[in-house]
């Protein structure tokens, strides 16, 4: 770490302690685009505060990494990052959801989703007692293929859902 990134590091952190209101990481959508072979879409939309702009601007911090790890480990399939702004995350998850053809039709079963996992790695950064991170979404939804939905309010865990396509 160079001696002027020290300095930066140095200033943001007195910078915060003076100013100290506590910032907040808010997650606003969670949409799950489950596609006909069972891959999934999945795009986040969180609200950031100043000071984790400043993380994430610097590098210290990157969401839309803590959030690839928690869709990881509970959908237990690799997950691409497709994009990554500074208030929304998307990723490309391959064999998200089992796929079985039965004699009543396709039938869809997606893992549960914690999104506590990902609340657990934001709490390891130097900058976390001055974040208040909130990962339940206001609005989760899982789509379908046929379109059909289920929807989320405020819930941090998602449970496992089975949708049969006749």
Known sequence: ???????LVASLLILTLVVAPAG?????GLLI?????G???????????????????FKIAEPEQELKSALEEASG??????????????????????VQNTDD????STPALDLT?????????WFAPLVQADFSPKKAVVRFPDGHEETFSSQSTIPALTHTIP
Do not use: C
């Not at 770490?1 to 300095?7: A, E, L, W, Y």
């Not at 907040?24 to 606003?28: E, G, L, M, N, P």
């Open 1 to 7: 770490m160079g001696m002027k990134h020290g300095i």
């Open 24 to 28: 907040a990481f808010s997650a606003d």
């Open 33 to 37: 685009l489950v596609d006909e072979d």
């Open 39 to 57: 891959d999934a879409d999945i795009t986040f939309d969180y609200t950031l505060s100043w000071i984790e702009r400043i993380a994430v601007f």
């Open 77 to 98: 399939a690799p997950v691409t990052v497709t994009s990554a702004k500074s208030n929304v995350a998307e990723f490309s998850v391959l064999g998200f959801a089992k």
């Open 105 to 108: 039709g396709v039938v869809y």
């Open 117 to 125: 996992g990902a609340q657990a790695m934001l709490d390891r950064y």
